[in-house]
DNA sequence: TTGAAAGCGATACCAA
DNA sequence: TTGGTATCGCTTTCAA
């Protein structure tokens, strides 16, 4: 039984009052060096691991975090930027002995709830706000709750502290990359359009378009899952006017255009550029590998935890910009060829 | 401040005794039906959620459950399988006020070190074992510990409690099919050795090719990745006697698998017959669309979380075996044309 | 510097 | 049926 050793067998061990041990082992003043060696040693040999419980109860604090995935029911499978994600948050956290709490909620109402669950119960500190979206509600709902929440990739301005990575250095460099390829006529995937992101990465797109003279070219809201690629493809390339290139809004939708568009017949870069955002693993194995948008979700992840951590502890938290997404050339983007 | 409401201030409010409140929201016999109402109508009133803190520290139990994944650290990206899993079990212990605790590990030290911490501080009442290995020492440590804990997928004769899958009856049913099809030679894409998962398609490939007097096919050791998938097909293609139907112990190697094949040229099915293990979404979209063995991971997610919890109350839990995960034939799997 | 004691917010036992 | 109280494991204040 390894966890059963409280604070109080560390003090009777040690000879002192279970005060004394606490102040010790968290590294609180008023206890002498030799005291803390000899209640450090205590701890030590009883293998004494401080419940979370207990701490919680006299802290006030759960030692804990929380972050909600809104995922389509039919589509509960994660998108692979999470992983890393998580990694990143655990990293930052784990050193300070707090967890991470995942709910996964099908519809937007569910996810609300599971926020509003969370800080009832007052089972997390504090919760992450991830894939904001337009006047999210979530902000209003924290806001009430008095919780402690840090945004992820919002729009400037947006009302908490955040963490964000510059999207359009990348695609500007990708623009400029696909311009440089000969490209006039280059068309966008979008995401739904109420994502703050969705929004930011065609805003991007059109901008950079615009400061090489070029018309946005067509534009199709996907769903940044790799079936919008396939009917955003299937979309896009009907219309008569195609785009020699595409830009999708994520990886997995530029799989699922990339897909499609080969399966289409036309060869990917030779007929057509598709690029993706994220910088996934798997697009890196794909083929042609995809021309992308590297992300970090990793430092954004490791980042958001660090400044959550922060909002809990009651200190001013300043937003956080990590360095830009940039531009990765892989195989499917290439040299323009004329629509035939 | 929805949540500063203690039980304390219900009891107030009602004019009753802590004790009583407590009993009567949780349904415990011992106070009158009309005691009750008027503490139900106190709690409605002012908003009272029970802190877990309080809860946890009295009742001896954190209500959280762990479930550590284990991934390489190259690749943080979860598998598509872990979405509707980790939603499975939160449609069952979301009920109950439990929750999940999700950690990430890179290296599999460290993911014994995470079920050691979880449980050193007491910060979960159980946790899952996913993905069991030869031998896994998690079994062992998870006793030691005297921690709950749930088998995700062992093999008959694990000593904890589990959840399973069959996968004989789906593999025997896609050999039934490949081999209806024309298919003599069957080839198998396995995962790393060390799972059991792994082993037990292996050999559930290996027992119905038998059924049906066939030798084995080539054997190549994937990683139950997109990229492993890719190196399989490269290698298991370039061998003088190929196959002519491949099984892929998961959908993302068979995903890999079938895009390196077609890369090389083969037609998809018609030289090569590809099919998965998993059914995860995604393999829906694929040209040609995957043909799979359909796995439950959301209903394994929810019966693993009742099974936990069970065990977590005391009872005992008996194994659960889900609907065994049934063949679903798309288009990747076709007639078997002689190898040229 | 040290130790005793008061919470924190529940549960659970035991008198009344 | 009630209400008082000990208890869980820790932090924190306050005397000694």
Redesign the interface.
């Known amino acids: ?3 059963r050793v409280t604070i109080t067998d560390v003090a009777a061990h040690a000879g002192v009052a279970i005060s004394s041990v606490s102040s010790a082992l968290n590294g609180r003043p008023g206890v002498s060096e030799q005291t803390r060696q000899k209640i450090v040693e205590a701890a030590r040999e009883l ?1 004494f ?6 701490k ?2 006299a802290g006030k604090k ?1 030692f ?1 975090v929380g972050l909600v995935v809104h ?1 389509d029911p ?5 998108d ?5 994600f ?2 990143g948050i ?1 990293s930052w956290i ?1 050193e300070r ?1 707090f ?6 909620s ?1 519809d937007a109402a569910g996810t609300l709830e599971r926020y ?8 997390v500190d504090g919760v992450f706000l991830n894939e904001i979206e337009i006047d999210d509600p979530r902000v209003e709902l924290v806001r ?3 919780l402690p929440a840090v945004g992820i990739n919002p729009d400037a301005g947006f009302p908490l502290p955040s963490v964000r990575q510059d999207h359009r250095a990348g695609i500007e460099q990708l623009v400029a990359h696909l311009v440089e390829l000969g490209h006039r006529s280059i068309g966008f995937v979008g995401g739904p359009d109420r994502f703050i992101h969705s929004r930011q990465r065609e805003a991007a797109w059109r901008d950079s378009l615009a400061t090489h003279g070029l018309e946005p070219g067509p534009v199709v809201q996907g769903s940044f899952t ?2 919008g690629g ?1 009917e955003a493809a299937t979309t896009m390339l009907a219309a008569r006017a195609r785009p020699t290139a595409v830009m999708c809004a994520n990886d997995l939708s530029a799989m ?1 255009f990339m ?2 568009a ?2 289409l017949g036309y060869d990917v870069p030779g007929d057509l550029s598709v690029s993706g955002y994220d910088g ?3 697009g ?4 042609p590998a995809l021309t992308t948008i590297q992300t970090q979700p ?1 430092k954004t992840g490791c980042e958001a935890g660090r400044i959550l951590l922060e909002l809990i502890d009651g200190l001013p938290a300043a937003d956080v910009d990590i360095a830009p997404a940039a531009l990765v050339v892989r195989s499917s983007t290439g040299p323009a060829r004329p629509v035939g």
Chains 1, 2 share one sequence.
């Open positions: 039984m390894a966890g293998g691991v401080p419940s979370v419980r207990g919680s109860l759960t804990a995922r039919d589509v509960l499978e994660l692979p930027f999470f992983g890393a998580i990694n655990e784990d002995d967890a991470l709490v995942l709910q996964t099908p509003r669950r969370l800080a009832a119960g007052r089972r009430d709750l008095g790799y079936e396939i699922g897909a499609q080969q399966h996934i693993q798997l890196e194995y794909l083929r990793r």
